[in-house]
């Protein structure tokens, strides 16, 4: 029998970010579609992994076809659909993982309420979840003419029906932390803007950079 298990009433998500060497914490992309969101997030999630960190996305292919498959894109559905990813990306940051969620969550309100699921969890007296919105800011011009899976051809001829952007809104953020313009800056820069911010917030410790 194992003998070496100290079993505690509770464990805190400090004591957990601790035990584990990191920091948990959610990176909140929103922007138009096409704007760069699952380009930039896949390369950030390669990034931090590198530096030995964990770290998982969320984004469309993992969510909106198994947790969230019932939902569709109506203001409702997108307001449950925003929810729910809030949710599991608060309890992975509270396992102590960097989350980096890459949806285009167009309303404000929706947004404030994923970033008060986070910083009200302070539970244990521990500190609430760091949430970084991150917006992906390019021109609709930009995204549109860049359409790389023809989405906004569709939309425009119709065929998709509230199509954000087009027929259905996109609420800018008004105060994001960290702003990132994919049509002036490379994907590498992008990720290299976002790990600056966390160097800088001390989220990231300088001793990752060396793995
Ligand atoms: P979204 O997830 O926001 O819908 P995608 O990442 O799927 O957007 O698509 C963005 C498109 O823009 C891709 O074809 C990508 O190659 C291109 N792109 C060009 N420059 C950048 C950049 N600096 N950052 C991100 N994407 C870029």
Not at 29 to 35: D, I, K, Q, R
Not at 79 to 104: G, Q
Not at 169 to 176: A, I, R, S, V
Request: contains cysteine; proline residues 5%; neutral net charge.
């Amino acid at each position: 029998m194992a003998t070496n298990i100290t079993w505690h009433p509770s464990l805190s998500r400090h004591e957990r970010n601790h035990l584990r060497g990191q920091r948990g914490f959610t990176i909140w992309l929103t922007g138009l579609s096409a704007s760069g969101k699952s380009t930039v997030a896949t390369a950030l999630e390669q990034h931090l992994l590198h530096l030995g960190l964990s770290a998982y996305r969320l984004d469309g292919d993992n969510v909106r076809f198994g947790l969230n498959k019932d939902l569709g894109f109506s203001e409702k559905d997108r307001n449950e659909n925003i929810r729910r990813i809030a949710e599991v990306a608060k309890l992975f940051a509270d396992s102590a993982t960097i989350v980096i969620s890459s949806f285009i969550s167009p309303y404000r309100a929706d947004r404030q309420m994923a970033r008060e699921l986070h910083e009200q969890a302070n539970t244990n007296s521990d500190d609430p979840i760091p949430f970084i919105e991150v917006f992906v800011d390019v021109p609709l011009a930009v995204a549109e003419q860049r359409d790389p899976k023809g989405l906004y051809k569709k939309a425009r001829a119709g065929e998709i029906k509230d199509f954000t952007g087009i027929t259905a809104p996109y609420e800018e953020p008004l105060d994001p932390q960290i702003r990132i313009r994919t049509h002036e800056l490379s994907v590498e820069d992008c990720v290299a803007k976002i790990t600056a911010w966390l160097y800088a917030q001390g989220l990231l410790s300088p001793t990752q950079k060396a793995i």
